[in-house]
């Protein structure tokens, strides 16, 4: 698929200008008033790919009006691939963001441009005619778009035909993604349903002989919390000792090489408090509650923030990979939501992350064979989830592979 072609017979060479023109029309969204518009934003495209609907009147600044059968091309970022089709909107105004170029097709069919806007070859060429503002803002200037070199079929049929080959395969390829992500999500509800099955109790529950209710406190040394080093008048810097944030606890060890921010030596003194050690159970209380981790063996000096608590665990009672098991299950997080006061979910303190309970085998022997047990099926699991992860890249290529078959030629 990646072998180019020769310029197919009743194809023709041009400019973008050849075949659309832009559409000089905008409005001051305000003069609108109370009617409803829609409206095609970098953002809308970003999140969502569909427009907003919105008043007018809480639009501020001047808008592009779009009409159904125009393309609109994003010239910010054209790296980005923002393209979208305007096949029609449910209110009497259609308005684009002024980083968005309307096109009008003249010598093309709507479908046969939106896909050769779309297409790697033509984002290659914008790449290239774009200036960079920064170092994440680059853009092309409109005329420039309009001069990027183009080939299309002169014949209106076979451009139809083309576009309608290209709709069906994506069409085909984003059911392919559907279902790719359909498995994503179920192999990642086996992963309470593998803790669940293990921890099948609920705090007060009668346990299996040689178990027992046991509070974090009790199994633990030390617990504390962070605190962010600007609240004390010290700046994070860009290297230095690992300062990790609830976005850093994420079900297991911490790759402390991929954490966004540092402190200084002279800070992470001052923060002695919080000065994390290899072994140290970690639990997310404010922000998203309830991420749990640990700081493995081995590991450099490092810090956190208010939002993240520590325990330091004592090994002569508890095994630390049979702790983070535990902790993460959904039992576990319900009961420590439950000892809250309030009955909002809000921010946990350290008496809530003390007074918590988990069930515990008697011996560290059980509690390893526990673990390892619990490890070997999450091992099987990570191997799925490794394979779905890598058919959703593959899928992910498809389009541009199909589209660089119709648009990319050996003597363009």
């Known amino acids: 698929m990646t072998t180019k072609q020769k310029l197919p017979e009743g194809w023709e060479k041009g400019q973008l200008m050849d075949i659309c023109k832009i559409r000089e029309e905008s409005i001051e969204p305000v003069t609108l008033g109370e009617t409803l518009v829609t409206l095609y934003s970098v953002p809308a495209f970003d999140e969502t790919g569909k427009p907003e609907i919105l008043r007018a009147k809480a639009i501020g600044s001047s808008k592009n009006i779009v009409r159904p059968g125009d393309v609109i091309f994003c010239k910010m970022n054209p790296r980005k691939n923002r393209v979208w089709k305007i096949d029609g909107f449910e ?123 046991a509070t974090l406190g009790e199994i633990s040394t030390k617990i504390s919390k962070g605190t962010t080093p600007t609240t004390l008048g010290h700046n994070f810097v860009s290297s230095g000792i690992p300062f990790l944030r609830a976005e850093d606890v994420n079900g297991g060890a911490v790759d402390l090489s991929k954490v966004a921010f540092y402190i200084s030596e002279q800070t992470h003194d001052l923060l002695s408090r919080s000065k994390l050690q290899p072994g140290d159970l970690l639990i997310t209380i404010a922000g998203t509650l309830g991420r749990i981790g640990y700081i493995p063996n081995n590991a450099p000096s490092a810090n956190c923030n208010q939002a993240v608590a520590f325990l330091r665990l004592n090994p002569d009672i508890v095994n630390l990979q049979y702790a983070c098991f535990v902790c993460q299950n959904t039992a576990f997080f319900s009961s420590l939501v439950g000892l809250k006061v309030t009955g909002t979910i809000s921010n946990l303190n350290l008496e809530n992350i003390t007074e918590a309970k988990i069930p515990l085998p008697l011996t560290l022997e059980q509690q390893t064979s526990v673990a390892m047990e619990i490890e070997r099926k999450l091992s099987a699991m990570s191997k799925l989830q490794w394979m779905v992860n890598r058919q959703l890249e593959a899928i992910k290529a498809l389009p541009g592979a199909y589209l660089r078959d119709v648009f990319e030629f050996a003597d363009s």
């Open 91 to 213: 209110t009497n105004y259609g308005l684009s963001s002024s980083e968005f170029l309307p096109l009008i097709p003249s010598e093309v069919t709507v479908d046969f441009l939106f896909y050769l806007l779309k297409s790697p070859s033509f984002q290659k060429s914008a790449m290239k005619k774009a200036q960079a503002a920064t170092k994440s803002r680059e853009r092309i200037n409109p005329s420039k778009v309009l001069e990027i070199d183009i080939s299309y079929p002169l014949n209106i049929d076979d451009q139809i035909a083309i576009a309608s080959e290209l709709e069906h395969k994506m069409a085909e390829v984003e059911k392919m993604r559907q279902a790719a992500l359909r498995q994503k999500e179920a192999i990642s509800a086996m992963h309470g349903a593998v803790l669940g099955e293990v921890f099948p109790y609920n705090a007060g529950d009668k346990l299996p002989v040689g178990w027992r209710w």
